[in-house]
């Protein structure tokens, strides 16, 4: 069966600071993925998505950034991490029949 | 652009009543509609995933329809338990992403 996995857990940044947040899956080759964020009281906003290793798509212009160095690895990043950068972070993939599977979820606290 | 609607925004039940969460989209060229819930802190675990060719699906105390004609989605929750108590997310799939309401929170009171 699948798995995917997201660390850290949790994070508190200070404003200006990098970031580095990673998603994992396993049990699936070549998967779609996607980052999404869900602020306070408020719904998922896509990110990226990925169908491919170095293949990245943005949905929205931002301060972050995503790579696929691997066929199973999504990392999000920031050079210099923005107070309105803070929220849950969600990492998915999707398998047949286009039915989405999510991460745990990262919640990055910027101070 | 895709959008999608969901209403209400919050719901309060007694235990035992059936409820339904509604889910609205603009654009019916959708290829899936999912059903997710979400726990405090917590990830969205799929609920229920009704193909664009499909009307509804089921699972246990949980209905889902789809209406593609007219841009809405039925979540059908029967004799709820206080352990139902939780946020609903509907999303629409499209060609390569997947667009989300902002989710009705539910809560079940014994």
Redesign the interface.
């Given at each position: 069966s699948q798995t995917i996995h997201q660390w850290p857990a949790t994070l508190v940044q200070p404003v200006g600071s990098p970031l580095s947040l990673e998603c994992t899956v396993e049990g699936t080759s070549n998967p779609?993925l996607?980052w999404?964020r869900q602020a306070a009281g408020?719904?998922?906003q896509?990110l990226f998505?990925s169908?491919g290793i170095g293949q990245i798509?943005s949905?929205v212009p931002q301060n972050l950034s995503a790579s696929r160095p691997q066929d199973r690895q999504f990392i999000l990043s920031s050079k210099k991490l923005l107070l309105s950068d803070s929220g849950?972070y969600?990492c998915?993939w999707?398998g047949s029949?286009?039915?989405?599977?999510?991460?745990?979820?990262t919640?990055l606290t910027v101070l | 652009k895709q959008e999608v609607t969901q209403i209400p925004a919050a719901l309060s039940v007694p235990e035992g009543e059936n409820l339904v969460l509604n889910c609205s989209f603009t654009d019916s060229a959708i290829?899936?509609l999912?059903w997710?819930r979400q726990d405090p802190?917590?990830?969205?675990?799929?609920l229920l995933?009704i193909?664009s060719s499909q009307r509804e699906q089921t699972s246990g105390r949980l209905n889902a329809s789809l209406d593609k004609s007219s841009g809405r989605s039925t979540l059908y929750i029967a004799a709820s338990q206080p352990g139902d108590s939780a946020t609903y997310?509907c999303?629409v799939?499209g060609n390569?992403?997947?667009?989300?309401?902002?989710?009705t929170r539910l809560t079940v009171k014994p």
């Open positions: 779609n996607y999404y408020r719904g998922l896509l998505y169908v798509s949905e849950f969600l998915a999707m029949p286009r039915e989405q599977f999510f991460g745990p979820g919640r | 290829y899936n999912q997710f802190g917590k990830g969205l675990t799929s995933l193909q997310l999303a799939v390569n992403d997947m667009r989300f309401g902002a989710g």
